[in-house]
C-alpha cells in the first residue's frame, strides 16, 4: 500500500512539475521573463526536479532580465545535464559577451587532448549504457559462438566477441574516466560585482587580479571561508567563497 501511495505521490509530482514547466513557457512567451523566472526557480526549490532543458529556460529567462551571473550560472548548469547542447553553448557564447573579464583558455594538446575529445562525446552515464548494450551484444554473441554448427559462423561470431570486448574496455574506460573528469572539476561562477583573488586565503594576502560578475572559474580547494581557484588561462588564487557559486 506504501509503495502504491508513493508511486501515485511521485506521478503527480511530475505531472504537477509539467504543469508549472508549460507555465514558465508561457510567461516566457508573453514576455513576462522575472515571472517566468520565478516560476522555473519554484520547480527546482519546491518540486526538486532538475533538467537541461529546465535550467536552459532559466538561463534565457535572466539573459533576458540581463542579469549575467545568473544566466551563465543557469546555462552551465544545462551543460552538465546535456553536455555539447549546441543551443546551450550558442546561448552561452552571447551570455559571456555581457562580462567585463576576458580570460584566455589555454587549450590542451596531444594525447590528452585526443583522450579528452572521445570520453568527453557521452557523460558517464551514457558510457555506462553503451557498455551495458555492448555487454549485452557480447553475450549474444557468445551464445550464437556456442550453439553454432557451421565453421564460418563460428569464426565471425569468434571475431566478433573479440571487437565486441575491445570496444567494451574502451566504453568502461571512458566511463570511468568521464565520472573522474565529472567528480575533480568543480566550475563556479563569480556573483559578486567585483572580488579581489589574492596571494592568500586571508585578506591580508596581496591582491593579484580583479574578477567581476559571471566569470567562470574553477575551486581547487577550500579552506575556511575561502577557495583557491584556477582560471582557464591557468593562473591562481584565493577567493572570498561568498563571492562565487559552484554550478555542481
Not at 95 to 110: F, M, Q, R
Amino acid at each position: 500500500m506504501k509503495n502504491i501511495l508513493y508511486l501515485f505521490l511521485l506521478i503527480s509530482q511530475v505531472f504537477f512539475a509539467q504543469g508549472s514547466f508549460e507555465k514558465g513557457n508561457a510567461l516566457y512567451q508573453k514576455g513576462q521573463y522575472q515571472q517566468a523566472a520565478q516560476t522555473y526557480e519554484s520547480i527546482i526549490k519546491e518540486e526538486k526536479q532538475h533538467s537541461a532543458e529546465l535550467y536552459f529556460n532559466l538561463g534565457n529567462c535572466y539573459y533576458k532580465l540581463n542579469k549575467v551571473a545568473l544566466s551563465i550560472y543557469n546555462y552551465e548548469k544545462a551543460l552538465v545535464l546535456k553536455p555539447h547542447d549546441a543551443e546551450t553553448l550558442n546561448n552561452l557564447k552571447f551570455a559571456k559577451k555581457l562580462t567585463i573579464d576576458e580570460i584566455k583558455e589555454v587549450p590542451k594538446v596531444g594525447f590528452a587532448k585526443l583522450i579528452q575529445n572521445f570520453t568527453g562525446i557521452f557523460n558517464y552515464n551514457n558510457w555506462a549504457w553503451i557498455s551495458v548494450g555492448i555487454a549485452f551484444a557480447f553475450l549474444m554473441s557468445f551464445i550464437g559462438y556456442y550453439f553454432s554448427q557451421l565453421t564460418l559462423s563460428k569464426r565471425i561470431y569468434f571475431i566478433g566477441m573479440f571487437v565486441l570486448l575491445f570496444a567494451l574496455v574502451l566504453s568502461v574506460s571512458a566511463g570511468i574516466t568521464e565520472k573522474d573528469h565529472y567528480n575533480n572539476d568543480r566550475p563556479a561562477i563569480v556573483f559578486a560585482e567585483m572580488t579581489e583573488v589574492r596571494s592568500e586565503p586571508q585578506k591580508a594576502g596581496s591582491s593579484i587580479f580583479l574578477l567581476h560578475e559571471g566569470a567562470k572559474v574553477y575551486v581547487k580547494e577550500a579552506l575556511e571561508n575561502w577557495k583557491k581557484i584556477e582560471l582557464t588561462d591557468g593562473t591562481e588564487g584565493w577567493i572570498d567563497a561568498a563571492a562565487i557559486k559552484e554550478v555542481k
